[in-house]
C-alpha cells in the first residue's frame, strides 16, 4: 500500500497536503533521495542519508534529524507500508515562510516520505533508444535538488523525438543521463565520467564500480568524447530502481549487436547477489 509521511503525519500520500508557502513549492529550495526496497528492506540506505546530509549542507539545509533517525522515519515507512519491492522518495525542504523572499528564512525544514510499490521485472529487460543532447542544466549537478525542470525538458525533448531518453554533453563530453549515470563498455573495460560538479554522484554508479572490480573488470572513472560512445561495445544507464540498464541505440546508430551485452548479464548477475547478500545480513 502505497503511504506518505509529511511533518509528523501519516496518511495515503494522496491526502498529503502541503502549504503554497512552502519553499520547495515556490523556489525548488529543496533536496531529494530516491531509494530501492528489495524484500522490505531498504537498499544501500547509509549512503543515500549520507548523500542527502551532503545535499542539505551544500544548501544550507539544516538537518532536522541525525542519520539514525533518518533510518527509523524511513524504515517505520517501509514496514507501514508493507510492501516488498518498493521506492522510498525523501524530500527535504527549507520549510513555510510566508513572506516571498531570496534569502532563507529561519524556519523548520518540510520531510515528506512516500512509499510506491514497484515491481523490479527482470524478464522485461529491453535495450532501450537514446539521443545526446547538451547539457544546459546549472553547474552543480552533483546536489540532489528538487528542481528538476531543465531535466524534465531534456527527457521530454527526447521522448518528442522518438526515443526513450537522452545522454547528456557537456563541451564535448558526457554527463549523465536526464536521470541517472551513463557507462560505456569497450574490450570488457567499462568507461563512465569521473565525479564532478556537473553530475550527480550516483550510489548505483558506486556500486556498480565496486562490483565490476571485484569481478576482475577494469573500470576507468575517466571523461567519456560525445565520439566514444559510437564505437562502444555496450552502453549502460545505472539508477535507483533502474539498477542497470541497456542502452541498444545511440543517435539512431546500434550500440554493439543491439543486444544485451556479455558484461551487462556478468554485472547484472553481480548486482542480484549484491542485493541478496545485503538482504540476508540484515535478516
Ligand atoms: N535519479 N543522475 C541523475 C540526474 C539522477 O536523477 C539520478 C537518480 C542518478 C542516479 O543516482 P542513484 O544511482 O543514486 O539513484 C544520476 C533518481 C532515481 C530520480 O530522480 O528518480
Known sequence: MSIAYLNGQWSKPEDAKISVFDRGFMFGDGVYEVMPVYHGHIFTLDQHI???????????????????????????????????NA???????????SER?????E??????????????????????????KTDFRWARGDIKVVSLIANG??????????????????DGLVTEGTSSNVFAVKDR???????????????????????????GLEVREENIQENFL????????????????PVGKVNGQTVGNGCVG?????????FQEEILKAIEKID
Open 50 to 84: 549520507a548523500r542527502l546530509k551532503r545535499s542539505m549542507a551544500e544548501v544550507r539545509i539544516q538537518s532536522p534529524l541525525d542519520a539514525s533517525a533518518w533510518k527509523a522515519l524511513l524504515e517505520e515507512a517501509v514496514s507501514r507500508s508493507a510492501e516488498h
Open 189 to 215: 573495460v567499462l568507461w563512465t565520467p569521473p565525479k564532478s560538479e556537473y553530475l550527480l554522484h550516483g550510489i548505483t554508479r558506486d556500486q556498480t564500480i565496486e562490483l565490476a572490480r571485484g569481478h
Open 87 to 97: 521506492l522510498i522518495y525523501l524530500q527535504v525542504t527549507r520549510g513555510i515562510a
Open 153 to 170: 525538458m531534456l527527457k521530454n525533448q527526447a521522448m518528442d523525438e522518438g526515443f526513450d531518453d537522452a545522454i547528456l554533453i557537456r
Open 262 to 270: 556479455e558484461t551487462w548479464y556478468l554485472m547484472k548477475k553481480a
Open 107 to 132: 524556519v523548520s525544514p518540510t520531510i515528506l516520505v512516500t512509499v510506491t510499490p514497484s515491481e523490479f521485472d527482470e524478464q522485461t529487460i529491453k535495450p532501450i533508444s537514446v539521443i545526446c
Open 230 to 245: 559510437k564505437q562502444a561495445d555496450e552502453i549502460w544507464l545505472t539508477a535507483s530502481g533502474l539498477e542497470i540498464l
Open 101 to 105: 523572499s531570496h534569502v532563507y528564512p
